[in-house]
């Protein structure tokens, strides 16, 4: 007879990949988690996976399991939520993923105070792309995610929390340096450092710069990174500009302050969120989580969209 069990671990080795890996995590040894998926595949009739492929891969009639097991596991973890009591307390394990290009500027914001408001809830956070992130929530692997919006994926919910503006940071020596503010206008991409493919971040900074064709500050150099503080750097010594997130400026040495312009309204920026599957679960912890996000985040940084701002939107 199947199993919810069963049920776990099939959807361990889809997530993993590897069978030794879904053992490790589902606390269990390898041959124990191989016997039980062997159990199901001969009670069902079916192969669930091709283990002669490397990472392994779901057969076609496994993918069609797969996916009613996630629905049979998320209905179970409904159930449970509704035998526990009312009032409900913050607490449990609660799994969040943060975009790179948030994660370094929101988390040390809100950590230390949510870890001790919230002593009984077991949180993980990590980091992730945007398509990462999404892929995590459909497979129920986290329980929410701190990334751009909007998205328009009809079963997440999207709960804004702030609006943040994009500033300039440019070389000392860059023509635009003169200015004390600028427009949308004067940025062609011509000088511009990139962030990689993968980065919603990279996605905006095309559209606010125009950028219709590949451009280098070091004319024989193409050189796109995955970091900002790498960024930063190369406009330090190289020249040229990047844009930065408002947060990402804050810390910044007076030298380095020196660098930023910021630009002349409509003022792109981007809407945070914090992003859930619409059957939320752990509702406790995410409100928790919200408030301390909120109470932790610059009065600068509007809750509201305004006129003054352009929110930019996302490559998805």
Not at 212 to 240: C, P, Y
Not at 258 to 265: E, G, H
Request: proline share 6%; glycine share 4%; net charge positive.
């Amino acid at each position: 007879m199947m199993t919810l069990t069963q049920l776990e671990y099939v959807l361990a080795v889809d997530r993993y990949r590897h069978f030794g890996r879904a053992a490790k995590a589902c606390f269990v040894t390898q041959p124990t988690l191989s016997m039980q998926l062997h159990k199901l595949e001969e009670d069902l009739g079916i192969v669930l996976f091709d283990r002669s492929k490397k990472p392994i891969l779901p057969t076609p009639s496994g993918k069609a399991v797969i996916e009613q097991a996630r629905s049979v596991i998320t209905e179970m973890k409904k159930l449970e939520m509704l035998t526990k009591p009312t009032g409900l307390e913050v607490s449990g394990e609660y799994k969040l993923a943060v975009i790179p290009t948030l994660s370094p500027y929101v988390i040390p914001l809100f950590l230390e105070n949510f870890s001790k408001k919230c002593p009984k809830v077991k949180f993980q956070i990590e980091e992730l792309q945007t398509q990462q992130i999404l892929q995590a929530l459909e497979q129920d692997d986290i329980d929410a995610g701190l990334l751009v919006t909007p998205l328009g994926v009809d079963h997440l919910d999207e709960q804004v929390l702030f609006y943040e503006p994009f500033d300039l940071y440019l070389n000392p020596k860059h023509e635009l340096a003169k200015k004390t503010k600028i427009t949308e206008e004067d940025l062609d991409g011509s000088d511009l450092w990139l962030l990689n493919e993968g980065h919603c971040f990279r996605s905006q900074m095309i559209r606010i710069c125009s950028l219709g064709k590949k451009n280098s500050v070091l004319k024989n150099v193409q050189f796109e990174s995955g970091n900002l503080e790498t960024l930063k750097r190369l406009v330090e010594m190289n020249g040229g500009y990047t844009l930065l997130p408002r947060l990402a400026t804050y810390k910044l040495p007076a030298t380095s302050r020196a660098l930023v312009r910021q630009i002349a309204a409509p003022v792109p920026s981007r809407e945070v969120s914090l992003v859930v599957r619409r059957l939320n679960l752990k509702k406790p912890v995410l409100d928790a989580l919200k408030a301390e996000i909120l109470s932790a985040v610059p009065a600068e940084l509007s809750r509201e969209k305004t006129k003054k701002m352009e929110v930019v939107k996302i490559k998805v």
